[in-house]
T-cell receptor
Framework: GAVVSQHPSWVICKSGTSVKIECRSL??????MFWYRQFPKQSLMLMAT?????????EQGVEKDKFLINHASLTLSTLTVTSAHPEDSSFYIC????????FGQGTRLTVV | AQSVTQLGSHVSVSEGALVLLRCNYS??????LFWYVQYPNQGLQLLLK??????LVKGINGFEAEFKKSETSFHLTKPSAHMSDAAEYFC????????????FGTGTKLQVIP
């Protein structure tokens, strides 16, 4: 199947700093990518839909200015958590749609 | 609106025993239904999907699921559990037609006892 690579797989950052997470579709072009957040023992919650060349569509309750999404090319979308705080600590997963949705391996973000 | 309920956050089975993971859905439109598996520190892998064709769907690794509209269920089964099946399983639903607005269940962690 198609491969979606997410980087980094884990990151620890200090409170107040920004962190960028990359999501790449390695062997197909994805006009649409999705960003999810997964809290411990909870389900994946869709944060936003990333469309190549246009602004991302955010789900209700997701702060646009805090979670910046850029989809600059057909194979790359980035999520930047700005001014991160401990409550932003979570597991972030991206997916890219081709014939089906292919998921990255996720990024464990810990804000200390 | 759509939602998914997975009964049992943890399920334990003996190796070789039947695996049954329960999923009930709610959708205001004909749904697409999915089962995903997540191994530790990995992303989600699609096991199988229902897209309004055959109600009994066969997936990878010997798993299958049956869509029962009258029961609004999409339970995942495997006749004989293998140690490598130990993982977390997510049921998901989306409005028919694509993968946008996928809603996931809370997941069921499967433990296989040797």
């Amino acid at each position: 199947g198609a491969v979606v690579s997410q980087h980094p797989s884990w990151v620890i950052c200090k409170s107040g700093t920004s962190v960028k997470i990359e999501c790449r579709s390695l062997d197909f072009q994805a006009t649409t990518m999705f960003w999810y957040r997964q809290f411990p023992k909870q389900s994946l919650m869709l944060m936003a839909t990333s469309n190549e060349g246009s602004k991302a569509t955010y789900e209700q309750g997701v702060e646009k200015d805090k979670f910046l999404i850029n989809h600059a090319s057909l194979t790359l979308s980035t999520l930047t958590v700005t001014s991160a705080h401990p409550e932003d600590s979570s597991f972030y997963i991206c997916s890219a749609e081709n014939t089906e949705a292919f998921f990255g391996q996720g990024t464990r973000l810990t804000v200390v | 609106a759509q939602s998914v309920t997975q009964l049992g956050s943890h399920v334990s089975v003996s190796e070789g025993a039947l695996v049954l993971l329960r999923c009930n859905y709610s959708s205001s439109v004909p749904p697409y239904l999915f089962w995903y598996v997540q191994y530790p520190n990995q992303g989600l892998q699609l096991l199988l999907k229902y897209t309004s064709a055959a109600t009994l769907v066969k997936g990878i690794n010997g798993f299958e699921a049956e869509f029962k509209k009258s029961e609004t269920s999409f339970h995942l089964t495997k006749p004989s559990a293998h140690m490598s099946d130990a993982a977390e399983y997510f049921c998901a639903v989306s409005p028919s037609g694509g993968y946008q607005k996928v809603t996931f269940g809370t997941g069921t962690k499967l433990q296989v006892i040797p």
